[in-house]
């Protein structure tokens, strides 16, 4: 079975996306290796304490400069008016390193940021949040695509696991909520419809590898409500189900022929 066409597409979009990206954080980060003017304290501490410089002096263009700061922070990049403005890359003393675009001091527009924990994200930022079009690869294999919204997963989005799995469709403060798509590590379609969560909540429709078949209710992550169950698209049962399974006078099909002699 193939993938939706709606969220195939979207996700041709992100990539697409992501890798212009990409491209500009290349050229920023030749900034390593290119030989630059080391910034005098002043202007280091025009920075530290958000001051601007008076100068009867002004560059025609913003000049690329190592500014050491006092915490063990380096910056590469421009500064203008006192404070971090442009294109530059800034490694935070512990191991983090952002490459991109700068605003006031914050990282805004587009970047990448390298996480102490393994893990990279790469796509927009606004006021030093993960926030618009980004793509975060995590240290364990796992990637995620798609929008964000203050530095959280948030919007229209595709999580694939590092077995294969993915899940096409909306997120909520990082989690799994809305309409949407989960595919096994073969691509055939296992879960669509609604999701709370993080799991499969409201109505939707579950399709296991043998012709079964659940169309109904969920309620977190169990076939829970009125639902109809089928097998090789014949009908089996249409009825109640409680926590999994069909459920008559709130008892299981089990438990209703146990009593059957």
């Not at 952002?98 to 930022?125: A, H, L, R």
């Not at 993915?166 to 997120?171: K, L, P, R």
Request: net charge negative; charged share 30%; proline share 2%.
């Amino acid at each position: 079975m193939s993938l939706s066409n709606e969220y195939f597409d979207i996700y041709n979009q992100y990539v697409k996306f992501i890798n212009n990206i990409k491209r500009e954080v290349k050229f920023i980060q030749k900034l390593k290796t290119k030989k630059k003017e080391v910034a005098t304290e002043e202007e280091v501490k025009a920075i530290e304490e958000e001051n601007t410089i008076e100068s009867d002096i002004k560059p025609r263009r913003p000049v690329s400069k190592v500014y050491n700061f006092s915490n063990g922070d380096v910056y590469i990049g421009t500064v203008i008016d006192g404070k971090m403005n442009g294109k530059g890359i800034y490694t935070f003393l512990e191991g983090i390193e952002y490459s991109g675009e700068f605003k006031d001091n914050m990282k805004d527009g587009n970047g990448e940021c390298i996480f102490t924990n393994g893990n990279i994200y790469i796509g927009e930022f606004k006021e030093d949040l993960m926030n618009g079009i980004g793509k975060m690869v995590y240290s364990n294999g796992n990637e995620y695509i798609g929008e964000w919204c203050s530095g959280k997963r948030h919007g229209v989005g595709v999580y694939t696991w590092s077995d294969g799995c993915i899940y096409f469709g909306e997120f909520k403060y990082n989690k799994m909520e809305g309409i949407g798509e989960c595919y096994d590590h073969e691509k055939e379609l296992i879960y669509k419809g609604e999701w709370k969560n993080n799991l499969a909540h409201g109505k939707g429709t579950y399709i296991w590898p043998n012709g079964k078949r659940y169309e109904g209710e969920f309620a977190h992550g169990k076939k829970h409500g009125v639902g109809i169950f089928y097998i090789d698209d014949e009908l089996v049962y249409e009825g109640t189900w409680k926590f999994d399974k069909p459920s008559i006078c709130n008892r299981t099909l089990d438990e209703i022929f146990s009593y059957i002699k």
